[in-house]
């Protein structure tokens, strides 16, 4: 069998969906891409059992097959050639590999497809369609509150909870929340899963940030993403997701409203102060004054900010993780932020003022016991 391809084109596919295979597998077979050649069509797939990332993509070939090449080793030697077509000659019988540019050759042992895991069908799939950035700015806004407490899987990943006129998408590591939502997605009905961090991961540098449409489907154990030529299928996290909305405080009547970029720079100028395990830093509020402070009584660091801000309520001393702060700062758009609060020792909530179109952020963060 043989094939001609373009090695920039090819490795652009390939870095795509290469972050699926773990360094170290269970299964040799699983440290290997599967190619299917069908006319001049070339289809790439990888896999690690839960997650199956794949890519189309155009070559000139006459023949059809199927062989398993090695990934590490065809990545780094395409990485290191220029932009060239490649001939790809394969002994389907030995499975014998040999690539041919401009001025080398190259040869490396593939591996029998008949080996590679075969994939999950989308047999009695529910679908519905959203836009590729809704589907990114989703995982962006969220993923970053994913726990990573193996102990707590139903937590290790996003909750996507559909209904016929929104989806909501919910992550916790029960010291913050996130709950975004987005009303320009409509849902066959009201359902619920929960997708694993990683595949997350690797879907938002897989598909473009734009408002092309992607095809979501989902069954009672997997989850799939189609988008042009790449398409992404994993096991969903077989759990029960926590009731989120009995955390999210009702009565919050104190409001803090600060200029974004001003409070994440003096959050993360203070932060390098703090204690290292806690990143605790003290918001102490009153009237128009925000004062943030930090210290770290093992070795005697100490940092203190002021800065000006609005304020409706009781004058307060609350502390946060300040890592937890920067992060969610980060996933809020605009120029100005509020936090909501109500004691000391209750949950804050902040949102961005300004809303985007078709959308809505919410984010909870717990507070620390103030060192005093």
Known sequence: MKFIVSSSTLLKQLQQISGVINSNTVL??????????????????ATDLETVMKVKLEVEAKETGRICIPAKILMDSLKNLPDQP???????????????????????MGENPENFPKEPAAEDAT??????????????????????????????????????????????????????????????????????????????????????????????????????NAQMICRLIDARFPDYKVVIPKENPYRLTLVKNDFQNGLKRVSVFANKSTNQVALNISGAELQ?????????????????????????????????????????????????????TKAGILRPVEKGESEDLLMLVMPLLLNN
């Open 127 to 228: 679908n519905f369609t959203m836009t590729a950035s809704a589907l990114v700015t989703a995982i962006n806004k969220t993923l970053f509150a994913v726990s990573n407490d193996d102990l707590r899987p139903q937590m290790t990943g996003v909750f996507f909870e559909l209904h016929p006129d929104n989806i909501t998408f919910v992550a916790t590591d029960a010291h913050r929340l996130v709950k975004y939502i987005r009303t320009d997605v409509k849902c066959p009905q009201a359902d619920s899963f929960i997708v694993p961090k990683k595949p997350l991961n690797l879907l938002k540098s897989a598909i473009p940030d734009n408002d092309s449409e992607i095809k979501v489907s989902y069954s009672s154990n997997h989850f799939f993403v189609s988008h042009d």
């Open 292 to 344: 943030l402070s930090a210290q770290d009584v093992d070795f005697s660091f100490e940092g203190n900010e002021r800065m000006s801000c609005q304020y409706s309520g009781e004058d307060m001393q609350i502390a946060f993780n300040a890592k937890f702060l920067i992060e969610m700062l980060h996933a809020a758009e605009g120029d100005e932020i509020t936090i909501d609060l109500s004691a000391p």
């Open 28 to 45: 040799p077979i699983l440290e290997d891409f599967l190619f299917m050649i069908d006319k001049n069509e070339l289809t790439v797939i």
């Open 86 to 108: 490649l001939t790809f000659n394969i002994d389907l019988n030995s499975f014998a590999v040999e690539i041919t540019s401009d001025n080398g050759k190259y040869k490396v």
